[in-house]
């Protein structure tokens, strides 16, 4: 092992990622060095460098929440990772184990979480920390690439439909087919709803029903109808709606669509704030809920789907180089499913 390594570094807000050498670091206790060899960029690490959201990450940092690789060294106690296992790291970087939350299986909403790539240095290097505890570990039978989608915009998606309370058989809306919703199409597929998606473009439309949608619908050309057709194909309205677009008009279109009783789960996080219609939501007893990444037995699921072969994202492999073209590529919505950096060539 050599004493340095690559790493895309946010030295500050906006400006490009600087590739630099850093020193490897050392696992403390409780620690599991890993080699990274392929990170996804999700649109988090583009805000994280940024610094758009309200609580920021303090440069000089690593972004990156969706790394694969190889455990190369553990800290003192660590028994959950072993040298040679392959290993990731997430956005649920760690909890604390003993606030209300994480006692009561919510360990993502514990206020002393920490967050790979954001609060620790993440994926976007040649090596990282992980806390042994928290680290998805991952089954060697997977292609390590095609993995790295799965531990943030798979589990968010997998965690998001499962909080949307659809039952197999019952229906689903999908809203927006890019990054997210082309792998929530193949979830919920997978856990046996029936699926409905909405996007503004026909390919996706053509991907989503590839991966088993039976109706896709596009926004742009239904208007003010697609409420209605929506209804009429799925016999009154879907049972749940998972918002993955960060489109304006994707909330009230989700909201239209519910049968009585239903849920809308929202996994997107657009900059804006959304009108919500107060009497339907009263009358038809409608429920809106927010949902964050997953816990690390959600994690073990949705790598469990994967890795029976149910879930196929899309994706291209770029070098660790290309980082601030990535970046621009995502702002310019370029970019088709999802993007993995290999991180060693
Ligand atoms: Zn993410
Ligand atoms: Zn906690």
Not at 44 to 67: C, I, M, N, S
Not at 143 to 167: N, Q
Not at 314 to 329: G, K, M, R
Request: glycine share 12%; charged share 20%; proline share 6%.
């Amino acid at each position: 092992m050599t004493d340095t390594m690559k790493a895309a570094v946010v030295t500050r807000f906006g400006a490009p990622l600087e590739i630099q050498e850093l020193e490897i670091p050392t696992p403390g206790p409780g620690e599991a060095l890993i080699k990274t060899l392929y990170s996804g960029v999700c649109h988090t690490d583009l805000h994280a460098a940024h610094g758009d959201w309200p609580v920021k990450p303090t440069p000089p940092f690593v972004p990156g929440h969706e790394g694969a690789g190889e455990v190369v060294a553990v800290g003192e106690g660590v028994t959950r990772l072993a040298v040679g296992d392959w290993a990731g790291n997430a956005w649920l970087w760690s909890a604390c184990g003993a606030c209300e939350w994480c006692e009561t299986g919510r360990e993502t909403l514990c206020p002393k979480a920490q967050y790979g790539g954001y609060t620790k240095n993440g994926s976007f290097g040649q090596y990282m920390l992980v806390d042994a505890r928290f680290a998805p570990r991952i089954p060697k039978s997977v292609d390590l690439a095609a993995v790295a989608p799965i531990l943030c915009a798979g589990v968010t998606v997998y965690k998001g439909l499962k909080v949307s309370e659809v039952k197999p058989g019952q229906w689903v809306l999908i809203s927006g087919v890019g990054g997210l919703g082309h792998i929530a199409v193949q979830y919920a597929v997978a856990m046996g709803m029936r699926v409905v998606t909405v996007d503004v473009d026909d390919a996706k439309s053509r991907l989503a029903r590839k991966h088993g949608a039976e109706y896709a619908f596009n926004a742009a050309v239904e208007g003010n109808g697609l409420a209605a057709k929506i209804k009429e194909v799925t016999g009154g309205g879907v049972h749940g709606a998972l918002v993955t677009a960060v489109n304006g008009k994707a909330f009230p279109q989700a909201m239209g669509a519910l049968r009585s009783g239903g849920t809308v789960s929202l996994v997107g996080l657009p900059p804006e704030a959304f009108p919500l219609d107060i009497f339907s939501t009263v009358l038809f007893g409608l429920t809106v809920r927010g949902s964050l990444v997953g816990t690390r037995k959600d994690m073990e699921e949705a790598i469990d789907f994967f890795a029976r072969g149910l879930i196929k994202p899309t994706y291209t492999v770029q070098p660790l180089a290309e980082v601030n073209d990535i970046f621009d590529d995502m702002i310019a919505a370029k970019i088709d499913g999802r993007v993995v950096m290999d991180l060693q060539h």
